[in-house]
């Protein structure tokens, strides 16, 4: 992400200027900052979620949300993008654009190698202050992996995984199945060998 240089917004500048500009940005503290573009294996990932998450959602009171759906983080003033964001019942919006989510109970984010430090670090940190987010979901796109995290009664944060294209893993507040053979459908990924190979390792 690179940093607007020697300028601080409020956060109604930065919401007037993002409803205008064509390309999606972050806020946090005053400053703003531009999103990386997004691989093939990236926009595949989020489309195959959407549609097994959205089949499955059809008939029940949800929505799904891919990629353009902005979300605050009202603890902390973040605004950001994540890859999905899934409501149950009424969605609480900030104002009458509609643009802006602050209560999703599901978040989804697709890794990438550029931003999956800050997706698991500091971004993931300030998800886990919004209330009502019961499980938050990373998504590798390099490797058949999904990691799930559930929040429990003590506030405590509980990991599920999935590693391999012949499991699935479900999102408990939701009962929505994740099978990876399918979120991971049109990808291809090397052999083992091959990656072994790649990473210099033997």
Not at 23 to 45: C, D, N, P, W
Request: net charge negative; proline share 8%; charged share 25%.
């Amino acid at each position: 992400m690179s940093t607007v240089p020697q300028l601080r917004f409020t956060p109604e500048e930065y919401l007037e200027r993002e409803r205008q500009a064509p390309t999606k940005s972050e806020y946090y503290q005053g400053e703003i900052f531009a999103m990386a573009g997004a691989s093939r294996e990236h926009i595949l990932v989020v489309a195959n979620l959407t549609r097994v998450i959205g089949n499955q959602l059809r008939d029940r009171p949800c929505e799904v949300y891919p990629i353009d759906m902005r979300v605050k983080v009202s603890a902390t003033g973040l605004y950001t993008y994540p890859d999905l964001a899934i409501v149950y019942g009424p969605p609480r919006l900030e104002d009458r654009h509609g643009d802006t989510l602050l209560n999703p109970p599901v978040l989804i984010e697709v890794l990438s190698e550029s931003t999956e430090a800050y997706d698991r670090g500091a971004k993931a940190g300030q998800y886990r202050r919004i209330p009502s987010l019961q499980e938050l979901v990373l998504v590798a796109q390099d490797r058949p992996h999904i990691e799930r995290y559930t929040r429990q009664p003590d506030g405590q944060w509980l990991l599920a995984e999935a590693q391999s294209l012949d499991e699935s893993i479900t999102l408990s507040s939701l009962a929505v199945t994740l099978p990876l053979v399918e979120v991971y459908c049109g990808i291809e990924f090397p052999p083992p060998d091959a990656a072994v190979e790649q990473a210099g390792i033997g």
